[in-house]
């Protein structure tokens, strides 16, 4: 089984109101991308990907004219893609929603949401995701309320054979200062930015620790804007929210996986894998992140994991094929990360779904 996560640039500009795609000569949200060219660099990228499941991060919207699930399966059939059902949870308020693109022939999926709903009061033990979740941020005795902008996706999915497993997609909360003016400014709203996505993640964790404890496989994907040693933020605080969601200072049957978050790659002589590119107008110049992962709890190791991320230029099988190089340029500043499992031996094998 390959399950996939794919952080798509601005992918709601590429469909009008009725999900249909814009394959014009219209500008895309992409820098120098028209949407024709987006849309047919997509398709490239997802057939190339065969995944069994795709893990959008910033599908397209959902509100009261506009439909995720629509846009999505839309884009299946036109692409004639496998992957032709697609699922959300909670929707936001961002035009950038969580999604699950899949195959139905291999697999069911189900928005399948744990925790109580708290409201704007917020409670402190792994409330439900589109709530509110209490803590104190800045260590002032006083408890502050946190909500996700994006709120995460928590499925629940069965292979034809009956392997169960959960599964939760996240956007957290970007860390950058936008908007702020002068020095001090932007060291205060990074600060602030960073408490934030850190209590995303506690409350992230608070979930895994809770499909953990029931004997549930996880997998946990998506664009965390974090990892470890991304910035100078995170020797302040001690540990980075992708550290804190693995629980790597738990003992092992607790802790998630993913090499590419081995604190090791933080070698000075080590290059380090990267899933994003992006331009810098000041410098002029590319720079590269490694911002997006699938983790996996310890019983998930035991069906021959393989990670990949699909980086046109740090991946030889990829760079020497132009027309997926291309594509996956012209498709979104991320690049996809899959994980192949072998599930073949483990048709009674599984969670308690």
């Known amino acids: 089984m390959r399950i996939a996560t794919y952080n798509v640039e ?35 990228v997802f057939a190339a990907l065969d995944a069994d499941a795709v893990l959008i991060v910033e599908a397209p ?6 439909s995720t699930v629509r846009a999505l399966e839309r884009f299946a059939e036109v692409f004639e893609l496998r992957q032709r059902r697609a699922v959300i949870g909670f929707q936001n308020h961002t035009e950038q929603e969580i999604a699950l693109l899949f195959d139905p022939d291999v697999l069911t999926a189900e928005h399948a949401p744990l925790g109580e709903f708290a409201g704007k009061k917020g409670a402190g033990d792994a409330p439900r995701f589109d709530g509110s979740f209490q803590i104190d941020l800045d260590i002032d005795a006083t408890l502050d309320v946190v909500q996700f902008s ?27 200062p936008h908007g702020a003016r002068g020095s001090a400014e932007i060291m205060r709203r990074a600060i602030a930015n960073r408490r934030k996505q850190l209590a995303q993640c506690i409350w992230l964790r608070q979930r895994v620790d809770e499909i953990i404890a029931a004997g549930d496989p996880l997998i946990v994907l998506g664009d965390f804007n974090d990892g470890p040693g991304l910035d100078e933020y995170e020797e302040l605080f001690g540990r980075s929210g992708v550290d804190i969601v693995q629980g790597l200072e738990r003992p092992t049957p ?65 760079f020497q094929v ?14 996809p990360v899959t994980l192949d499992l072998d599930l073949r031996a483990s048709a009674i094998g599984g969670g308690s779904l």
């Open 150 to 176: 994006k709120p995460p996706l928590e499925l629940a999915l069965r292979t034809t054979e009956g392997f169960a497993f959960r599964m939760i997609g996240v956007h957290v909360k970007s860390k950058a």
């Open 10 to 44: 601005w992918m709601n500009a590429l469909f009008d109101d009725d999900g249909e795609p814009l394959a014009d000569e219209e500008w895309s949200a992409r820098y120098n991308v028209t949407r024709a060219g987006q849309l047919e660099a997509l398709g490239i």
């Open 61 to 66: 919207d959902t509100n009261r004219r506009r």
């Open 322 to 335: 132009p027309e997926l190089r291309d594509a996956l340029l012209d498709a979104s500043d991320h690049f």
């Open 254 to 318: 607790e802790q998630l996986y993913d090499p590419h978050a081995n604190p090791a790659l933080l070698r000075p002589t080590a290059a380090r894998p990267s899933t994003a590119r992006f331009f810098n107008d000041v410098e002029k110049r590319y720079f590269s992140a490694l911002l997006d992962y699938v983790m996996i709890s310890q019983p998930l190791r035991e069906y021959a994991p393989d990670w990949r991320i699909w980086h046109p230029f740090d991946d030889p099988r990829i």
